[in-house]
């Protein structure tokens, strides 16, 4: 039967885990807790409190899902000044959950710290990266080379 002049069908795009991501860019389409994969963080900001540091950043669990995890690869600003690379970086965190990341570590008098945030899911292929700017040479490749965090 052909619908009436100005009329059209309409057929649904399945969401077969009912996540509001349509099966063809769901990732897998029958878990509800992966969409997309994730991406680089951003926004990231440090708050001090006494005796430790605040971390939170844009979350991307409405987009790439609730199984997004991240990692905190931390260190001292001297160090990274000093050699120019994140070679003395540490691991603060690991597959941590969404909720800010408060980071205990004793900062000095006249030292300074840094934090990179890096989101991974199950729907990224290969490993995840602190960055996605591929175009040039950067330090963080080598932590995305030999990632501090497992």
Known sequence: MVPPAGLRTVVPIPDDDDDGTPNPSDCPPLDPALE???????????????????????????VAG????????????????????????????????????????????????YWLVKACNACNTGNCTLRRQRDRADPRDALDASPPCP
Request: charged share 20%; glycine share 10%; proline share 8%.
């Open 36 to 62: 997309r994969p994730a991406t680089e963080v951003q926004n990231l900001h440090v708050q001090p409190m006494a005796g430790s540091a605040r971390i939170s950043r844009d979350a991307q669990e409405t």
């Open 66 to 113: 609730t199984a997004t995890s991240y990692d905190v690869v931390a260190g001292d600003l001297d160090d990274l000044r000093g050699n120019g690379s994140y070679a003395m970086a540490i691991c603060a965190a690991n597959d941590l959950p969404d909720p800010p990341y408060t980071d205990g570590a004793f900062v000095g008098p006249g030292e300074a710290r």
